[in-house]
């Protein structure tokens, strides 16, 4: 047997172990993605929810709390992001136990709508555009109140205390960087900012 860098976890798993967690009589769990991280769809007899599986070796927890925190502002401004789910604890982010180790975990709610289809109309570029920019602007206050500190504020700390995560601190500033790993070469920040939350 050769050995195997990442898994992927039986459907009926998760939904059976996160029905007590989340108090929620789940149904069915599909698999509707498997690149960087593994995206289920949950289901119970009224509601659908999408569960993100990250890789033990990818971002951890703290990363993980300052994604989600800053996916709450756009929400906040009205756009049709999906809220998570908070685990008994209080906490948005669980780990499962996988063969490579403890793997971080989401569970959010679900939001209709379809991915566009040819004809790629005009105002179907605007509409998209438009979505996309407030995206960015509702994202871009958490940037705005630390611009002259250069640092992220407590964002990213954890949902139990008030300390900034050091491994977010470090590197979500305000500055103009290059982060290739999120998905952008991009020296804006809005681009960063859209790139670490997909």
């Known amino acids: 047997m050769i050995p195997t860098a990442r898994s992927l976890?039986?459907?009926?798993?998760?939904s059976?172990?996160?029905a007590d967690r989340y108090d929620l009589g789940f149904t069915r769990c599909t698999l509707l993605r498997s690149l960087v991280n593994d995206v289920h769809e949950l289901t119970t007899a009224d509601a659908r929810y999408v569960l993100k599986l990250y890789r033990h070796d990818g971002r951890d927890s703290g990363e993980i709390r300052w994604e989600k925190r800053l996916s709450a502002h756009p929400r906040a401004a009205g756009l049709r992001v999906p809220p998570v789910l908070s685990l008994p604890d209080g906490d948005s982010v669980g780990l499962l136990v996988t063969p490579e180790g403890p793997g971080p975990f989401v569970l959010s709610g679900f939001v209709e709508?379809?991915?566009?289809?040819?004809?790629f109309t005009d105002e179907m570029s605007v509409a998209s555009g438009g979505q996309l920019a407030a995206f960015h602007e509702a994202a871009t206050t958490i940037f705005r109140r630390t611009r002259g500190a250069r640092q992220v504020s407590n964002i990213g700390s954890t949902d139990r205390s008030n300390r900034s995560c050091p491994s977010i601190a470090r590197r979500k500033t305000c500055s103009a960087t290059s982060r290739p790993q999120y998905g952008t070469t991009s020296r804006s920040t809005r681009m960063q900012v859209s790139a670490m939350v997909t």
């Open 113 to 119: 709508g379809t991915k566009p289809q040819p004809p």
């Open 9 to 14: 976890p039986d459907p009926r798993a998760p």
């Open 16 to 18: 059976a172990h996160l």
